[in-house]
């Protein structure tokens, strides 16, 4: 409880001194609402579902590969290891798929560790990736298992070149997949 109310506070300090703040979802407008007990008008929401801004990134059948990736940092919140747990048990029986992970971070040598120790098939780790285009070119599938998430931009990118996402579930999820047809959402 300590952790909630020091957040709490910080958040009602922030507007308490703000002129505005501005979150990236309706959804989250409210949970801070709801949060520091504050009813205001100085908080909005701006949904930005243009990642690409003037690039033309489209699906390319013909490019896609039987790749499941996931991009991001390598931090405890992201749970990149359960995603590798995962795959650990779903790669023997689709010798044909690889997981690629690109990212970096505080968890990047226990990750590394984890598929060695395990010898975990099929894992490739592209490390940090300034454009990641061509690996959401590739991917038919994007896979996202945080903790936590208001609007993942990579997300919103894999979308753009045709990955089908699989994202466990966060409050502004309802915007971005509003269909199986869509991606698929994994309640925890």
């Given at each position: 409880?300590?952790?909630?109310?020091?957040?709490?506070?910080?958040?009602?300090?922030?507007?308490?001194?703000?002129?505005?703040?501005?979150?990236?979802?309706?959804?989250?407008?409210?949970?801070?609402?709801?949060?520091?007990g504050?009813?205001?008008?100085?908080?909005f929401?701006?949904?930005?579902?243009?990642?690409?801004?003037?690039?033309?990134?489209?699906?390319?059948?013909?490019?896609?590969?039987?790749?499941?990736?996931?991009?991001?940092?390598?931090?405890?919140?992201?749970?990149?290891?359960?995603?590798?747990?995962?795959?650990?048990?779903?790669?023997?029986?689709?010798?044909?798929?690889?997981?690629?992970?690109?990212?970096?971070?505080?968890?990047?040598?226990?990750?590394?560790?984890?598929?060695?120790?395990?010898?975990?098939?099929?894992?490739?780790?592209?490390?940090?990736?300034?454009?990641?285009s061509?690996?959401?070119?590739?991917?038919?599938?994007?896979?996202?298992?945080?903790?936590?998430?208001?609007?993942?931009?990579?997300?919103?990118?894999?979308?753009?070149?045709?990955?089908?996402?699989?994202?466990f579930?966060?409050?502004?999820?309802?915007?971005?997949?509003?269909?199986?047809?869509?991606?698929?959402?994994?309640?925890?």
């Amino acid at each position: 409880w300590k952790f909630y109310y020091q957040k709490k506070r910080k958040h009602q300090r922030m507007l308490e001194v703000s002129d505005a703040v501005v979150v990236p979802t309706p959804v989250i407008a409210e949970q801070l609402k709801r949060i520091t007990g504050v009813e205001t008008d100085k908080v909005f929401s701006i949904l930005n579902p243009m990642p690409f801004a003037g690039l033309s990134p489209r699906y390319d059948e013909a490019s896609k590969e039987k790749v499941i990736l996931y991009v991001g940092r390598f931090s405890p919140d992201k749970n990149v290891d359960i995603i590798i747990k995962a795959w650990e048990k779903i790669a023997p029986n689709h010798p044909e798929w690889v997981l690629e992970i690109a990212g970096d971070g505080e968890m990047r040598d226990s990750l590394h560790a984890l598929v060695r120790e395990r010898a975990i098939p099929r894992v490739v780790f592209h490390g940090h990736v300034k454009n990641v285009s061509p690996l959401y070119n590739r991917a038919e599938y994007i896979v996202l298992a945080s903790d936590c998430e208001s609007q993942p931009c990579v997300l919103l990118e894999s979308m753009m070149f045709g990955c089908y996402p699989i994202v466990f579930e966060f409050p502004a999820v309802r915007y971005l997949i509003s269909s199986e047809k869509v991606g698929a959402v994994v309640s925890k």
